[in-house]
């Protein structure tokens, strides 16, 4: 397999859309070696890219669920809490916050998400299930099953990131353009 590699526009679009350990920690207490420490021992989120150069780039909120969770040493707890709340709250049963807690550490989900919260993560899951199921019995006829798809492809465009070319080669595509440019092209007239 090929190493993903980065295109001038993907290097654009992250240089204006993500920020540096040096930019985030500016107006912070913590300093970035003390920010690279916690993630190196799995306690914070990686970087969302690590660019050709070294340098990591992290999206804009990266500390906002921190702070929220009163820092790291309550940010699991904080997360798992939130992520299960969200989940009740959209009716969703025996979903494991781990699986998004693991994506969270590794930095995908501030690639993915254009607000990094448990919340926005479940309901990102529970739109992608929602078209998933409205595609499995295709009904393009019935205006109702086209408004039901038409809401949930608009809500999910709203949440995830445009993604760049680099994020379609390491992870072999993105839910963008599987459940919101394709749906589109095949249901709602590339609206």
């Given amino acids: 397999m090929t190493e993903p590699s980065f295109t001038d526009a993907d290097l654009a679009y ?9 930019q985030l920690c500016a107006d912070r207490d913590e300093s970035p070696e003390q920010v690279r420490a916690l993630i190196d021992a799995g306690t914070l989120p990686a970087p969302s890219y690590l ?26 707890d904080h997360f798992v809490q939130q992520h ?11 979903i494991d916050p781990e699986e998004d807690w693991r994506t969270y550490l590794s930095g995908e989900q501030g690639a993915t998400l254009h607000e990094l919260t448990p919340e926005a993560m479940v309901e990102k899951a529970a739109l992608v ?7 499995a019995e295709p009904a393009p006829d019935d205006d109702g099953w086209r408004e039901k798809l038409a809401d949930a492809v608009d809500d999910l465009d709203e949440l995830v990131r445009p993604f760049t070319d680099y994020d379609r080669q390491r992870w072999g595509g993105t839910s963008r353009d599987s459940h919101v440019t394709g749906v589109r092209a095949r249901f709602l007239d590339g609206r």
């Fill in 14 to 22: 992250v240089h204006s859309e993500f920020r540096t350990l040096q």
């Fill in 51 to 76: 660019l050709p150069d070294g340098e990591a780039m992290f999206p804009p909120d990266y500390f906002e669920l921190i702070d929220a969770a009163g820092g790291p040493a309550g940010l699991r």
């Fill in 84 to 94: 299960r709340a969200a989940s009740s709250a959209l009716g969703l049963t025996g």
């Fill in 129 to 135: 299930t929602s078209i998933d199921t409205l595609v």
